[in-house]
């Protein structure tokens, strides 16, 4: 069973920086998609950013410059960066990591807790 972590949550002041960390166990992939959602409190589930193992990047237009997704790719697992800065109250909420490996399926971290203050 392949398993998701997050880290590098917390409390930050507006203006302030963080990084989440995911690190992917219990499996080898050489493809995959890895991306990071939030959810506030209230809200769904919206996209952040997103890696595909070729390297090629998306962001949600709100965090575009601001935020910055990367991929460590060793030799026994893959671990996703979300490199945020000049965060605002608005970035506050769980972060979730999703990976995405063609054959083994779809998979969810239990998310990441980051709150900004004004």
């Known amino acids: 069973q392949v398993q998701l972590e997050e880290s590098g949550g917390g409390l930050v002041q507006a203006g302030g920086s963080l990084r989440l960390s995911c690190v992917v166990s219990?499996?080898?992939?050489?493809?995959?998609?890895m991306a990071w959602y939030r959810q506030a409190p209230g809200n769904e589930r919206v996209l952040v950013a997103r890696i595909y193992s070729g390297g090629a990047t998306d962001y949600q237009h709100s965090v575009e410059g601001r935020f910055a997704i990367s991929a460590d790719n060793a030799a026994n697992t893959v671990t996703v960066y979300l490199q945020m800065n000049s965060l605002k109250p608005e970035d506050t909420g769980v972060y979730y990591c999703n990976g995405i490996f063609p054959g083994r399926g779809a998979y969810w971290g239990r998310g990441t807790q980051v709150t900004v203050s004004s």
């Open positions: 219990r499996g080898r992939f050489s493809t995959y998609v």
